[in-house]
């Protein structure tokens, strides 16, 4: 568990290496590496849920994607905000990456859902 704890800050610190030195771009560099993987998550869960294919149905092929990129692109955005420290330390870590991924993604997808359908 220790071995865990310490790799979130170093990860951080790498992060901020890569990005020159700057933590705030390091950070940057972090967080665009979970929206990417949040959306391509996001996809994948919207057409699985039974209530999304419902609603795509009765749409056009357009307004469908523009409907996912808006439920994705609120999901992608949320997600560094809801996480947990053991979500990051578990995205940090390539074993559990996808897990964290996944639960990260369900739990914005349902929020964004209800705030954009409301």
Known sequence: ?????????FALLLAACT?????????????????????SQCRAELN????WRMIALA?????????????????SEEAPNQMT?????????????????ASVTAKTVTACMKRLYR
């Open 1 to 9: 568990m220790m071995k865990k704890i310490i790799a979130l800050p």
């Open 19 to 39: 990005a020159g030195g700057n933590m705030n771009s390091g950070l940057g560099v972090g967080n665009s590496l979970i929206t990417a993987a949040v959306d």
């Open 48 to 51: 699985k849920r039974n209530e």
């Open 59 to 75: 749409m056009t092929a357009e307004k469908q994607q523009e409907w996912e990129d808006k439920i994705c692109g609120c999901a």
């Open 85 to 101: 420290a053991n979500e990051m330390v578990q995205i940090v870590n390539p074993a559990t990456r996808t897990q964290a991924v």
